[in-house]
């Protein structure tokens, strides 16, 4: 059974840090696209930063760039997500997603994505 399991939320005043991680599972994703979304209460489901099957080629929401970065450990069939400067903002559940297939274009839709893990909570404790 494949699972994603997302960890290191939590509660973060205005202009702290957070590292997120997601472990996976069940079968192997070093070959694959995987991403961050996230979602905040009463808002739809969008687009953080993506990473390619090798980490070189990543990509981010513009609300984001230059504060988090992605990166990712294949050995441990992990990515990470690094926030620094939260903002009030930024609260929400963080998912972590996975694509089935190797592709070489990055994905940018949550559609696109065939697992995902359940969620960790970032709230601005401001």
């Known amino acids: 059974q494949v699972q994603l399991v997302e960890s290191g939320g939590g509660l973060v005043q205005a202009g702290g840090s957070l590292r997120l991680s997601c472990a996976a599972s069940g079968r192997a994703f070093s070959n694959s696209i995987m991403g961050w979304f996230r979602q905040a209460p009463g808002k739809e489901r969008e687009f953080v930063a993506v990473?390619?099957?090798?980490?070189?080629?990543?990509d981010y929401a513009n609300s984001v760039k230059g504060r988090f970065t992605i990166s990712r450990d294949n050995a441990m069939n992990t990515i990470y997500l690094q926030m620094n400067n939260l903002q009030p903002e930024n609260t929400a559940v963080y998912y972590c997603?996975?694509?089935?297939?190797?592709?070489?274009?990055?994905?940018?839709?949550?559609?696109?994505?065939?697992?995902w893990g359940q969620g960790t909570q970032v709230t601005d404790s401001s």
């Open positions: 990473i390619n099957w090798s980490g070189i080629d990543t």
């Open positions: 997603a996975a694509d089935a297939d190797y592709r070489r274009s990055l994905l940018y839709s949550a559609r696109g994505y065939d697992y």
